[in-house]
């Protein structure tokens, strides 16, 4: 495919970092999710309680969804998502954690190979 075949997809990339004040609450919230999920068979619905009980990461990425991100917005439907989370050390000080700075790499990559 061409790019103007192509043109009408974009991918969106975000990166959110999460304080957990209260990994309890986290956790419950996404057994409740859990529970409320009728056609999530027994064997991975026990997987998944497991889960989001020994690991906040896992709890939020059974409660975070990325259509929920756009499902408001006019004039798009979301073709496909991925989505993963890990507990991290995060320091807000540190240049490593800097929003703002440009992500060049990827594009300078493209380039290269393009």
Same mark, same amino acid.
């Given at each position: 495919?061409?790019?103007?075949?192509?043109?009408?997809?974009?991918?969106?990339?975000?990166?959110?970092?999460?304080?957990?004040?209260?990994?309890?609450?986290?956790?419950?919230?996404?057994?409740?999710?859990?529970?409320?999920?009728?056609?999530?068979?027994?064997?991975?619905?026990?997987?998944? !309680?497991? =889960?989001?009980?020994?690991?906040?990461? #896992?709890?939020?990425? *059974?409660?975070? @969804?990325?259509? /929920?991100?756009?499902? &408001?917005?006019?004039?798009? !439907?979301? =073709?496909?998502?991925?989505?993963?989370? #890990?507990?991290?050390? *995060?320091?807000? @000080?540190?240049? /490593?954690?800097?929003? &703002?700075?440009?992500?060049?790499?990827?594009?300078?990559?493209?380039?290269?190979?393009?």
């Amino acid at each position: 495919m061409s790019t103007a075949e192509t043109s009408r997809f974009v991918r969106l990339r975000v990166e959110v970092v999460l304080e957990v004040g209260d990994a309890g609450t986290v956790a419950g919230a996404a057994l409740g999710r859990i529970s409320g999920d009728a056609d999530l068979p027994a064997e991975e619905r026990a997987h998944a !309680e497991s =889960a989001v009980t020994e690991d906040t990461a #896992e709890a939020l990425a *059974y409660l975070v @969804d990325p259509f /929920d991100l756009v499902k &408001d917005v006019p004039g798009v !439907e979301l =073709a496909q998502a991925s989505w993963s989370s #890990e507990e991290i050390d *995060y320091d807000p @000080d540190s240049p /490593d954690w800097d929003l &703002d700075e440009d992500d060049g790499d990827e594009d300078e990559d493209e380039e290269a190979a393009g």
